[in-house]
């Protein structure tokens, strides 16, 4: 089942921050958001994580609205809440009372029992010349490559 559900990811993720730790969370989720999902209808590119009350919640993730779903269907664009054990939770809160440390979504994907996952990462923001020496390693990798063949 996992192998041909689609996988969601954040590809500025990697560009624009430096990427410390990862978690992966459960998701609360409605069955028409599921449906959505399942479909691959979804960006978590503009979307943030946000610790509130020792719970944590995503906002800004968009899940296109299911056209069978009528008015059972859900808000696109509403905070939907993650799963992560207590300790994990503690661990997050402290690391992110330091100056200059977010928590970002990375992919959104299907594990192997179906139920859908969140993998969200504790993130750095990069200068501008981190991000150039990125896409220079990035070139001459390419280039090694072709070469290579």
Do not use: W
């Not at 590119?45 to 944590?56: Q, S, T």
């Not at 959104?108 to 923001?125: D, H, Q, S, T, W």
């Amino acid at each position: 089942m996992s192998d041909q559900s689609p996988v969601i990811k954040n590809r500025k993720a990697a560009y624009e921050y430096h990427l410390m730790q990862t978690y992966t969370a459960g998701i609360v989720l409605t069955g028409t958001e599921v449906k959505s999902l399942r479909t691959g209808e979804a960006n978590i590119g503009d979307a943030y994580c946000l610790l509130e009350h020792d719970e944590l919640f995503i906002r800004n993730m968009y899940i296109k609205e299911l056209k069978q779903a009528s008015h059972y269907n859900h808000d696109p664009r509403r905070s939907r809440k993650l799963l992560l054990n207590r300790s994990e939770l503690k661990k997050i809160s402290v690391k992110l009372k330091e100056k200059g440390i977010t928590l970002i979504p990375v992919q959104l994907f299907f594990n192997e029992n179906g139920f859908v996952k969140l993998e969200i990462a504790l993130a750095k923001g990069k200068k501008n010349y981190d991000k150039r020496e990125d896409v220079k390693k990035r070139d001459v990798e390419r280039e090694l490559r072709r070469v290579g063949d």
